[in-house]
């Protein structure tokens, strides 16, 4: 099973220490003193003794530097949790009748902020993130956290936290009434707060301070959560959990547990908890070398100032790293200033005091390549016949310990660099528009440092690195989600209904307003290289693509693609692309006909499917890889669990039959509507399963 390693059975999960007539009770389960069945029981049993020794007058809970507690352990989901419950714990802690203060250093996420609610204060570090992230998870927070927040810091406030997810530090802490002092030293601050004589309270007991206004907070937020997470349980059941907070603690609490419990066993929370490891699975490299091996990056160079090279500098000096810029000339190095500035999001004028001010502040704008041997990672994101000869020069310039990378592109494919002196030390990148990028580069044991190194920067810039045998992998998931998504135009459908249907389905965007943002010279490049029309010699489906490109239409970068761009960047329906896709349908000498939601869904839902097992097939990457890449690269629904998950939950031998259903009435039934390989044994597989337990 995958999750966080168990503290031993021999060992105290969670001891306590006394310090004159205080009790110190530390947890101790590292390295993020996660809440698992060991920690739990220990902390019963230590609140049970405080309870009835008499010389001790205050508690102090607490964790380590890096994590006051990180909250529940996953892995115990699946098999059912084991007494004592959260509700237990919370219910020993707060009813104690002396006072407890929670010391919070590092993270308090989940349950582990759960656990400091049910303290009668809190004392947190500057430094210390706090969070109740369940609802990524597919669930609720169910150790009294919708129940405890609200009446701490409000309705609205709680319900802004649990429905989002999202972390947040100290000092937002104390402004919202959840942190009640910070302290560089929070242990001591919470020592010396007990000797100044602070009572006992029940946070469970105090009523919220908005509670006149539950209805309306609570009908606004279910309205918001419709817009803001389409198809959903998890941040509704939140919603209907907060709405209980009105009633007295334990009823609140039961109410919370049955919610809890609808959401558990329910197909969103597995397949969001099954990308929570995946992510963790594909973003771990196939070796592990010592720390003291990875390098460390305080300063970065990137050669290229073009979209890419902006937008990478752009996410290194948010991230408060400096950066030096390179560009051949000086009108370039121009355009790569208001290029970092758009990236930062920064107008033309703003306060010095503005974040992206203070980031831009981390920049140096250079025609020196020299400069490089300054930085402890460089970055090559120059033009495609430009790339060997600055690589060239960054070989020469950089010491021989500087990591150095070569960006590459959505549709080309990987290039050789012959004339560099060390091939193998260059790890190749590609970014995508979202948190996923794509690394490719030698695994032997000279370049493992520099891989390890890469994937580390990566991490602390908020990216996920996944390592691919040749990159390119999203970009073959979406060709085939593309090419279906014409297909579908030119039986009947039109560019809105399909994108409308696959973002009801859960896609982040649909298949046309991600060709616009792409580029469509950018996607048929790669489709041209990588995927020629020879499968389908009568019916290519880059033919309407070329009939728009020919109007000037290249998409959102031209304010005309497969829709029309306002100022506002928004897609508006265009009757020129209709006209096209008409003309197109009558020059195949296709009549068109109502093509449903279902049926547009399933085609490039299923073709997508197919493409990754076929992937899956080729033995290059695992599955967890492509499941990642799928949902973080290319905005396949998360609460699906990416496009693998997704046919092993709905079952590959229904996926099977729904292809065979396809191809049978589709006018362009060529290879890839044949299960791949991979799908077809585990087909076989289930099957054999079924055929011993006969």
Known sequence: ARGFSLTPDFAMAATRTDQGTVAVVRLE??????????????????????????????????????????????????????????????????????????????????????????????????????????VHLGILPAGGGTQRLPRLIGIAAALELIVTGRTFDATEGHALGLIDRIAERPLEKALQWLAEGVPARAVGALRPRDASSLDELCGRAREACAHRFPGLSAPLKCVDAVAACLAPLQEGLAKEIELAGELLAAPQAMALQHMFFAERAATKLPFRLPRAYVARVNRVGVVGAGPCGASIAAMFLSQGLPVVIIEANAHRLAHAHTRVRACLGLPRRTEPSDPGERALALAQFSLDISVLKTVDLAIEAVEEDAKEAVLLLMEQKCPAETLLCTTTDFHRPARAFPRLTRPSAITRLLFTDAKLVEVSGATQTKAQTALTSVFA????????????????????????????????????ALPQQVDGALKSFGMLTGPFAALDALGLDTWLQYHTINNSDKDTP???????????????????????????????????????????????????????????????????????????????GDGALHADAIDVIAVDGCGFPRHRGGPLWYAASRGADDVVRSLARYRAISPNADRFWMPAPELLARVEESAGSSRSHL
């Open 457 to 492: 920067v990566l991490k602390t810039i908020g990216k996920l690195p996944v390592l691919v045998a040749q990159h390119g992998v999203g970009a073959r998931l979406l060709d085939a989600y593309f090419r279906e998504a014409i297909f579908l135009l030119e039986e009947g």
């Open 538 to 616: 009568t019916r290519p489906c880059t033919a309407l693509a070329r009939d728009l490109m020919q109007q000037g239409r290249m998409g959102l970068k031209t304010g005309r693609g497969w829709y029309h761009y306002a100022s506002d960047k928004s897609p508006r329906p265009d009757a020129a692309v209709t006209k096209a896709v008409v003309a197109r349908s009558a020059a195949l000498g296709i009549v068109r006909r109502a093509i449903s939601d279902e049926e547009i869904v399933e085609r490039c839902v299923l073709l997508l499917v197919n493409m990754a097992h076929t992937m899956l």
């Open 29 to 134: 389960n590292p390295p993020m003193n996660v809440l698992s069945q060991s920690v739990r029981k220990d902390l019963v049993d230590l609140f049970g003794e405080l309870a009835k020794d008499a010389k001790i007058t205050g508690v102090v809970l607490a964790g380590n530097s890096t994590a006051f507690c990180a909250g529940a352990d996953i892995s115990e989901f699946s098999s059912g949790l084991e007494g004592p419950s959260f509700h237990e714990i919370a219910e020993a802690v707060e009813s104690l009748n002396k006072p407890v203060i929670a010391a919070i250093s590092g993270f308090a996420l989940g349950g582990g902020l759960e656990l400091a609610l049910a303290c009668h204060w809190r004392v947190a570090d500057p430094a210390a993130k706090m969070g109740l992230p369940e």
